[in-house]
């Protein structure tokens, strides 16, 4: 069955970096666009970014552009999120989906900036 499972997560300082990761089986990796999505403390899901299959090309959320990468090893069916310059409006559960709803998401990974 569809499966992902998410990693990485931690606590981190104001301006730290972490690196997600999201291991994928069960359904065709590589022909599936894939997203991150996060929900934190008594927010709703909100989306955070997406892959594509064919050339790699990225979309993120404005309030995540230029700090966070998203990136995916098709050999490895896994998906990566490197989050940089944090801040502690990143506080979240982080989960990577099959569609930018959320749909098929995980366990997700907690990441905590916080000084």
């Known amino acids: 069955q569809v499966q992902v499972v998410e990693s990485g997560g931690g606590l981190v300082q104001p301006g730290g970096s972490l690196r997600l990761s999201c291991a994928a089986s069960g359904f065709r990796f590589s022909s599936s666009w894939m997203h991150w999505v996060r929900q934190a403390p008594g927010k709703g899901l909100e989306w955070v970014s997406t892959i594509n299959t064919r050339d790699g090309t990225t979309s993120y959320a404005d309030f995540v552009k230029g700090r966070f990468t998203i990136s995916r090893d098709n050999a490895k069916n896994t998906l990566y999120l490197q989050m940089n310059s944090l801040k502690t409006d990143d506080t979240a559960v982080y989960y990577c989906?099959?569609?930018?709803?959320?749909?098929?998401r995980g366990q997700g990974t907690q990441v905590t900036v916080s000084s």
């Open positions: 989906a099959l569609n930018s709803m959320g749909s098929g």
